[in-house]
């Protein structure tokens, strides 16, 4: 199975493939494979498992992350064959953006898609302000781009986050304590999916090739929610994501202030540029105020919804909810 994986998927080794999919822990519902009469393996679909939490109930979710077949005859019904056994272990199976063949089948599978959620990006460096598509295309507008960037780089530096008593504290682990927080913030978040300590660690603090920074958000000495932020390459430039984040949302300044100092913090540690996944509208108002501008939609893709569950056009949902939008 490891030498499919490797073969039809990005390769990212076995120390990977153990940490998504619980291997080590014989944990089934994550991974489901089929294998051809010769013992070769002929298809695969992983899920990674969580609880979809609304302001009535729980639901059993999973996001598939992972779905590829070998070449040959045969290969679509086996696809086909391994979806339908994923949609049977979980109430709500969902992939976010997924790949170009993905997004061609799954409509003819009769999923559906929300086109909430979106990608919003600010630019922070002279590198960041310059590189951008019709410049990486036309090779001679680089040096006046950069030159300009330069020029216009104090424009985009990140202002301060105003003094509202908060401050941000970085940890390497979310304590089991954190759960009292999660325990209160899910209300206000509601619909969203799991961020108890043990879902986030999972995701970010023992993810193999590491990364991540996570900090709590505290009001003097209580701890009233969190940030998670990533600094990675693409495109030969730094990307920054802040990839979650959860708040006071009854304090109405509180979303501004989170988003301008993780900004700062990405900034300081050389991105060129800043995405963030927001989908509901008090992240995207405290975004558009920190000068992000909205890109491009992230559909999710869903096969059914249990009954009382609202699309997930009204769905908290950021990087974290699905690893195959950030990795």
């Not at 090739?209 to 009001?219: A, E, P, Q, T, V």
């Not at 495109?235 to 993780?262: F, H, T």
């Amino acid at each position: 199975m490891f030498a499919f994986l490797e073969g039809r998927g990005t390769p990212r080794g076995r120390e990977h493939w153990a940490w998504k999919y619980q291997l080590d822990r014989g944990d089934g519902g994550r991974a489901f494979y089929h294998r051809a009469a010769d013992e070769r393996v002929g298809g695969f679909i992983g899920l990674l498992p969580t609880t979809l939490h609304t302001a009535d109930t729980t639901a059993r979710a999973a996001w598939f992350v992972d779905w590829a077949t070998a070449p040959g005859e045969g290969s679509v019904g086996v696809g086909v064959g391994l979806l339908r056994r994923a949609q049977a272990s979980t109430d709500i199976l969902l992939t976010l953006e997924g790949s170009e063949d993905t997004r061609k089948i799954l409509p003819k599978l009769r999923w559906m898609s929300s086109e909430g959620p979106a990608t919003w990006i600010l630019r922070v460096s002279p590198r960041g302000i310059a590189e951008r598509g019709p410049v990486r295309q036309r090779s001679w507008l680089r040096l006046p781009a950069r030159i300009a960037g330069v020029f216009l780089h104090a424009f985009y530096r990140v202002t301060k986050a105003p003094d509202l008593g908060f401050s941000l504290e970085e940890i390497a682990r979310f304590p089991a304590s954190y759960d009292a927080v999660w325990d209160a913030r899910r209300a206000q978040f509601a619909p969203l999916m799991d961020r108890s300590s043990a879902q986030l660690n999972f995701m970010c603090a023992d993810f193999p090739d590491g990364g991540y920074r996570s900090f709590l958000l505290r009001d003097g000495t209580h701890v009233s929610g969190h940030v998670i932020l990533r600094l990675d390459e693409k495109n030969g430039l730094r990307r920054g994501r802040i990839i979650d984040a959860l708040w006071d949302r009854s304090r109405p300044r509180l979303a501004e202030w989170l988003v301008r100092a993780a900004s700062r913090l990405l900034q300081d540690a050389g991105a060129d540029y800043i995405e963030c996944t927001a989908s509901v509208p008090d992240l995207e108002q405290a975004l558009g105020a920190c000068r992000f501008r909205r890109r491009r939609a992230v559909p999710v893709w869903y096969h059914r919804l249990p009954g009382g569950v609202p699309a997930p056009d009204a769905w908290f949902i950021t990087y974290l909810d699905c690893d195959r939008a950030y990795r």
